[in-house]
């Protein structure tokens, strides 16, 4: 009890609570800025805290990437464009809710649900951390190669259009994964001697390109400029989600959940939560018929699980000091910098520091609800800035961010290519959001399947015969067949009937 | 723009293609079973079935009448081509003289340029532009530490 | 207000656009505005980490802001050819990492940490120690050894870096020196230390290669058992970790180092003045501390002396990538 109470006073200290505070405004801000992620909220944090005693700096980075990751939803609802990737999941299905005048139940959604989902992650993350930690601690590169080849599949299917076209996409990010030096060949790969492409296809320039850089091209091109695109004032945005709680609760416990146990995933993090979680919405749906077309179902699950990764991503970080997400993995450069080695002795040696970053969780999460409000409020005001100012301003804020991931012009001139030819594969409706999967995922898949064979010396029995691998794969190849065998299925249903 | 899918095909094709035949002149790993070129490889076969679907589906298309290249009304209005030269020049400019010029001039200039092009008034072009330029030097450079370039102010600002 | 004015007087100029020809800098006392520290290293790690307190304790000593800026990406390569190719004007300098001689060998650059940069000084050395898993039948150096000179094809070695990485290395130069050859080895690649440890945990290789600190979180679980530290004697924070002459009988020194370098061709007085100031903070409290809290060795080799030692150390990467197999012929 003692260190509980030397936890709160450590949480409570004016100071804190003044860094929380100013830190949930930068996440706000930066989430609901098109094209600047939760990630690079974080790393534009890490010179601010370096100067920080850890109880804040950990604190700042906490509340501010809860508070990132909700507000990545406002831009997706209302501009399509999602404001971190953890959004893009179901930007397009908010912003149809937004055209049928819904704006208000879809953002509210969000709001709710994300930090019910972010309360549920921090609860399993305070009771179950060493339970989890050591379970993921088993993963082998086999297994992790069929977590990567999981994301993947389910990308794929998540695609509106035609599955082929999604494929495409999914394969032209994973071709974009292999430029550079490869960690396992060593070798530059698609280089062409350039010496900024050496070190791969910059993520966040990438993303900018591709979600934010259209939209821009996409406004100068049209022919009305002058049509205000989303609504600027709302309807209730907390009353209509106690409907939505009651009906879709079972998808707010299997998206918290579910976003959690990836979330403590290493290497695949609230973005993948997503995306896992929307297609889990779809599959268990009553009404599947519905999604893509401003249904909240998905927003619900997906939003619960995307705000739940962020807790369950701090669970191999502080436990084993493997980082869960990219988020993490800059938290647990902080650490070290404090002097702070995270690790099961954390748990003897910090306790208080270790409940202080709990309840960092707790408050942030809290926060949410007046600060998130707020933000959903005065994000009326912000677009109602007419569109021929707000569009150069976003192009600006895309030039800062494609710089800034790297501090170097090659992000923007990163983000300017693919952004012209994630409009060109738009306007020809290949789906955009599995190329940038495939970039991050594509390392990993290549890795570890590498390695897996360097260790078998080229015998693919590994990828089967431990039994987490063996699940996994028998998991994927059945989501591989399950159109098949849904076809096969249905054929053998109706046959009697027509014969 | 819409393409008709055989031309998308073609060009990813002609890219698997490519791809293959870069990725044929990895150097092999000593020792282990699969080296450098066996992802890209893979890639590129899958690539290559994907891009004959496309191919086969596009001619039917083109059979049944679809025309070629179908562009958007802003092909023929010489204005939109101006606007869309603007965004790429804007990012050409600031990736080439950024350095020189300094963050906020060039900022300044892409974002009052396409504003006045957008039909906003000038001088309230002019205005929300040196504000957004300040904005985001004292947020991004002076708050944050990112290094933008001070350009020929540098020497006045420190 | 200073900031605004200076908008002002520069957005006029941008207007009338006879900007690119305004102020040539007079000459005054180096430096006279901020200096910019290349870190050719994520945010957040070790190399990160020692930057940024150099950098701040520059910035304390020279009273200009001096501002780290990461260049990452292709093992080193993208932030040590930005230090290489800048202006050699004394406005950026970055952290050089012992991977400046491993890029020539690899076939990744023809960058040479002797030959393209200003030398400035080097300020840490952190050896290589090697691990396995805390049920492995291995108990010491010794039985990995032996282990090793029988049976080459049957354990999985993790290289507890990315291929042709310091701990790669280190290890490598290990095996040279007991006569085992590395290059008949199934190295396994991996992106930094903690994912080669968390694989050794979990069973997929028999042996990690990385430094101590970086290990320490996995050894005082238990996960993990430390063989010895490839470095002339004991470190103070390890004691029980025995060095390689003292485990299998031959001295090794062999880990990363970090060093504070800029574009070749600086000026004199600015890399006169950056030594001294390095040098001072080198051997304060400060400094020494914040090091030894967060697990870093020190070493000191100033100017000259600091080429002379890449040299060295490109010379030993060329000889054990080689070995390994790695090297492209030259």
């Known amino acids: 009890m003692d260190v509980l109470g030397n936890a709160f006073d450590l949480i409570l200290d004016p100071y804190v609570l003044a860094v929380v505070a100013l830190a949930s405004v930068f996440g706000l801000f930066v989430g609901a800025m098109p094209g600047l992620s939760a990630t690079m909220a974080t790393a534009l944090l890490v010179p601010v805290t370096f100067f920080m005693p850890p109880v804040p700096a950990i604190a700042a980075i906490v509340s501010c990437t809860a508070m990132a990751i909700f507000a990545g939803d406002i831009p997706g609802a209302l501009l399509r464009i999602p404001g971190t990737p953890a959004s893009a999941a179901y930007a397009d299905e908010s912003y149809r809710m937004t055209k049928n005048g819904q704006a208000n139940v879809a953002l509210g959604a969000g709001l709710v649900f994300s930090i019910l989902g972010g309360l549920v992650g921090v609860a399993v993350l305070i009771l179950g951390a060493p339970v989890l930690a050591e379970f993921a601690l088993n993963f082998s590169s086999f297994e992790y190669f069929w977590l990567a080849l999981l994301g993947l599949t389910c990308s794929v299917f998540i695609t509106p259009q035609s599955q082929v076209k999604g494929m495409v996409a999914l394969l032209l990010g994973l071709l974009l994964s292999c430029i550079g030096i490869g960690t396992t060949s060593g070798h530059p790969r698609f280089t062409f001697d350039n010496l900024e492409l050496m070190g791969g296809v910059p993520l966040i320039p990438a993303l900018i390109g591709m979600f934010a850089l259209p939209e821009v091209i996409r406004y100068v091109l049209s022919e009305d400029r002058h049509l205000p695109l989303t609504q600027r004032r709302f309807g209730k945005i907390l009353a209509p989600q106690l409907d939505l709680l009651r009906r879709y609760w079972r998808g707010l416990v299997r998206g918290s959940l579910m976003g959690t146990v990836i979330g403590a995933m290493p290497g695949a993090g609230a973005d993948i939560a997503a995306w896992v979680s929307y297609a889990l919405s779809k599959k268990f749906s009553k009404t599947p018929e519905k999604f893509g077309h401003g249904h909240p179902e998905g927003i619900v699950e997906s939003g619960a699980s995307n705000n739940a990764a962020l807790g369950g991503a701090w669970i191999p970080a502080l436990v084993f000091g493997i980082p869960g ?109 599995p190329i940038i999967l495939g970039l991050v995922l594509g390392p990993m898949l290549e890795e570890n399947f590498l390695n897996s064979m360097q260790k078998t010396q080229g015998d693919l029995i590994g990828f089967i015969n431990r039994p987490i691998a063996g699940t996994l794969g028998v998991l994927t190849i059945l989501l591989w067949l399950s159109p098949l065998l849904m076809r096969l299925w249905r054929n053998v249903r109706v046959q009697p009937r027509t014969s | 723009m819409r393409f008709n899918d055989a031309l998308s095909g073609f060009v990813l094709l002609a890219l698997a293609v490519f791809v293959w035949a870069t990725a044929a002149g990895f150097p092999k790993l000593t020792g282990a079973p699969y080296g450098a070129a066996f992802f890209p490889q893979v890639l590129a076969v899958l690539l290559g079935l994907a891009a004959l679907v496309l191919i086969f589906r596009g001619i039917q298309a083109w059979r049944n009448g679809e025309a070629v290249i179908q562009a958007g009304a802003w092909v023929r209005n010489p204005a939109r081509w101006l606007g869309l030269g603007l965004i790429i020049g804007a990012l050409l400019l600031y990736s080439g003289i950024s350095a020189s010029l300094g963050f906020h001039v060039t900022v300044f200039l892409i974002a009052a340029v396409l504003m006045i092009y957008l039909g906003v008034r000038v001088w309230l072009a002019l205005l929300v532009a040196v504000i957004a330029a300040i904005t985001l030097w004292l947020f991004f450079a002076r708050v944050l530490l990112v290094p933008l370039p001070g350009g020929v102010l540098t020497s006045i600002l420190w | 207000m200073r900031g605004m004015k200076a908008l ?3 957005l006029a100029a941008g207007i009338s656009a ?176 903690a994912p080669a440890l968390q694989e050794l945990v979990a069973g997929g290789t028999d042996i990690v290669p990385c ?94 002396d600091f080429a002379k030692f890449m040299e060295e150390s490109e010379a030993e990467s060329g000889q054990v990538l080689k070995a390994i197999g790695l090297a492209k012929s030259s």
């Open chain 3, 18 to 193: 006879v900007a690119l020809f305004a102020t040539t800098a007079a000459q005054a006392a180096w430096p006279e505005r901020p200096v910019q520290v290349i870190v050719p290293w994520a945010a957040g790690g070790g190399t990160d980490a020692t930057g940024r307190i150099i950098a701040k304790m520059l910035q304390d000593e020279f009273k200009q802001p001096f501002n780290v800026v990461n260049r990452t990406g292709g093992g080193g390569v993208v932030g040590h050819a930005a230090i290489a190719q800048a202006p050699a004007d004394g406005y950026t300098i970055g952290v050089m990492t012992i991977e400046i001689g491993t890029f020539k060998w690899l076939g990744q650059s023809n960058l040479s940490g002797a030959k393209d940069f200003t030398p400035i000084a080097l300020y840490n050395f952190d050896p290589g120690a090697f691990y396995v898993a805390a049920d492995s039948p291995f108990k010491d150096a010794k039985d990995v050894i032996n282990a090793l000179k029988t049976n080459p094809r049957v354990y999985k070695l993790a290289s507890g870096s990315s291929v042709g990485g310091a701990w790669h290395m280190a290890f490598g130069s290990l095996l040279l020196k007991v006569g085992i050859d590395p290059g008949q080895f199934n190295w396994i690649a991996s992106q930094g230390a």
């Open chain 1, 325 to 433: 997400d990219s988020i993490t993995a800059i938290a647990i450069g902080v650490m070290f910098m404090k002097g702070l080695t995270p690790g099961p002795m954390i748990f003897m040696n910090n306790p208080e520091m270790l409940y202080g970053v709990f309840f960092a969780f707790i408050l942030a999460n809290l926060l949410l609800l007046p600060f998130g409000w707020a933000a959903i409020k005065s994000a009326g005001y912000l677009l109602a800035v007419p569109r021929p100012i707000l569009m150069p301003l976003i192009l600006l804020f895309c030039i800062v961010g494609a710089f800034a991931s790297n501090n170097t012009v090659f992000g923007i001139m990163t983000m300017l290519a693919l952004g012209l030819i994630a409009y060109l594969m738009e306007e020809n409706n290949f789906p955009v959001a």
């Open chain 3, 8 to 10: 002002f007087t520069g």
């Open chain 3, 211 to 304: 430094s101590l600190p970086e290990a320490k979180a996995l050894l005082d679980a238990g996960k993990i058992k430390a063989m010895a530290v490839l470095n002339t004697e004991r470190l103070p924070a390890y004691p029980n970790v025995p060095t390689s002459k003292e485990a299998v009988g031959v001295e090794v020194q062999a880990g990363a180092w970090r060093g504070i370098g800029g574009p070749k061709g600086m000026p004199e007085e600015a890399t006169k003045k950056l030594i001294a100031a390095m040098e001072k903070i080198h051997k304060s409290e400060e400094f020494r501390k914040f090091m030894a809290d967060r697990g870093f060795g020190l070493m000191w080799k100033a100017g000259p």
